[in-house]
């Protein structure tokens, strides 16, 4: 079996940043998870794990923006605008 889905970082910060401006992209959206989440699910579901091919795919802003209303949008960012005050 092949599973090639987003993750997101070990991060607490990035984790809750990337699956928040997901769900204003989409509504419907549950969870992206961490390597560590995928590995463990398929673990305890006693799967055996032969590879591990992680990579980086950038994706540009409209991609979270094209097609959805126009306050979700503004949230959106809104987020992306605030970055610099959340990091420091």
């Known amino acids: 079996m092949v599973i090639d889905d987003r993750s997101v970082p070990e991060d607490d910060f990035v ?10 992209h989409d509504a419907s959206h549950v969870r992206q998870y961490r390597s560590s989440e995928w590995q ?3 673990q305890t579901s ?6 591990l091919n992680p990579y ?8 979270h ?3 959805v209303e126009d306050a979700a949008v503004d949230k959106i960012l ?4 605030n970055l610099d005050n959340q990091i420091n």
């Not at 809750?16 to 997901?22: A, E, Q, S, V």
């Not at 809104?78 to 605008?81: A, E, K, L």
């Open 15 to 24: 984790d809750k940043l990337m699956n928040d401006l997901d769900r204003y």
């Open 40 to 42: 463990r699910m398929l």
């Open 46 to 51: 006693r799967f055996v794990i032969e590879s």
């Open 56 to 63: 980086t795919q950038h994706r540009r802003i409209s991609s």
């Open 65 to 67: 923006t094209e097609g």
């Open 78 to 81: 809104d987020m992306i605008g």
